[in-house]
Each structure stands twice: as C-alpha cells, then as structure tokens.
C-alpha cells in the first residue's frame, strides 16, 4: 500500500491503493505533467519522466520553473494518465473515457553530483532500455545545463475507470448504440537519422521497442 494515500473525493469508488497498480501506471508512461506555483499563480509543465523506486525523476533544463520551484521548496503536483477508451454511452452525461491515472504530491529534490549523473542514466534507460551501453558519457557542459528532480511517491492517489457504458436503465431499449472505443499507444518501425553511417544496424532493443 502506499505510505499516504492522498483523499479521492470524485468518483472514489475508482480509487487504486495498491502500490504494484501505482507503479505498473507510471512505468508505462513517457510524460507527465508538473504543476506548482510561480508569483502566486498555477502554472502546469509536461516533462520526461521515469520512476526510479519510491520515486519519479523529473527531467528539465536548469532554468526551467520546474527545477526552481524545487529549488525554492515550492510544493509540486505531478500527473501521469493514460487513454484506453472512449466510452460511447445513450446519453451524453455517461458518455466519458476509459483511463489509468496517477497524482502523487509533495516537495521535489533537485540532484547534484553523482546522484544527478546516475538520475541522468536512469532516465535515459528508463526512457529507452537497452540504449545506455550505447551511446557516450555526457559531457561536462551537458551536466550543467540538465537537471533532475527526484519526487517521492510519497503522497500518491490513482483512479482506474474500465469497462462498458453503466447508462440508466430508462436510456436501455432506445435503439442508440452503445459500447466503448479502444484506445492503445503502438510504436512503428525505427526510421534512420538522414546523416546515418552506412553499415550501421538498427539495435534488437529498438527493433522490438515497447513499454511495460
């Protein structure tokens, strides 16, 4: 189970607090979305993310809003969702979607030393595993400029919505059609840089490229 489960007031009985559920949502995700306050408005940032055990690395440029916020303590709210469906009900009210979601809440940790250069490689194999033995170390110009914030898991809520359309029985019987649409992120065949060697094969791991 999660450490603090944060409180789902809408639609609670689609809650998840099994901390397997949790981590199977973020593993299978690229993005996520950052929210946190700058000058005392909301502001919300999509960034590349990995979970790295009770955590999620947050990736950004060491100027970005994100990276300050942490800097300054500001709190952090940190979305990820996935579409499976639309769901096509009788009536427009129970029309919705399909969907895995997770927010977790808290302050972030922004990286330095060797913790931020092994954050860097776990969010290059998180992102794309296998592609770490391949390519080079990052320079020292690139360390400076890249920065990681770890957030934990910490103060996390998910919901999970499947299934067919639950329509009110007085809309059952009126001839529309109702069912659901399924929804599904694929990856299509590596295309080569244009400047490629010739000679160069494309690696087994991106051949066969797929999330958990």
């Avoid at 990276?67 to 303590?73: K, L, N, S, T």
């Amino acid at each position: 189970m999660v450490k603090e489960p944060a409180r789902i007031r809408r639609l609670p009985e689609k809650s998840v607090g099994d901390r397997a559920a949790i981590e199977a949502i973020l593993d299978e995700g690229f993005v996520c979305h950052v929210a946190y306050l700058a000058d005392n408005r909301p502001v919300v940032i999509p960034t590349l993310y990995v979970r790295d055990g009770q955590s999620v690395l947050l990736h950004g440029s060491t100027a970005s809003g994100i990276v300050m916020a942490a800097r300054r303590g500001s709190a952090l709210s940190v979305a990820v969702t996935h579409l499976d469906g639309v769901v096509v009900a009788r009536s427009g009210f129970e029309s919705s979607m399909n969907y895995r979601s997770v927010v977790i809440h808290g302050e972030g940790t922004l990286l330095d030393g060797s913790a931020h250069e092994r954050a860097l490689d776990r969010l290059v194999e998180g992102l794309i595993p296998g592609r770490l033995a391949d390519i080079r170390r990052p320079t020292a110009l690139e360390l400076r400029r890249t920065a990681v914030v770890s957030m934990p898991i910490d103060i996390v809520s998910a919901k999970v919505s499947k299934g067919p359309p639950d329509d009110d029985e007085a809309d059952l019987g009126t001839g529309v059609w109702a069912g659901v649409i399924p929804m599904s992120v694929s990856f299509g065949q590596p295309m080569p840089a244009p400047d490629l060697e010739p000679g160069i094969e494309t690696p087994d791991y991106l051949i066969d490229f797929r999330r958990s």
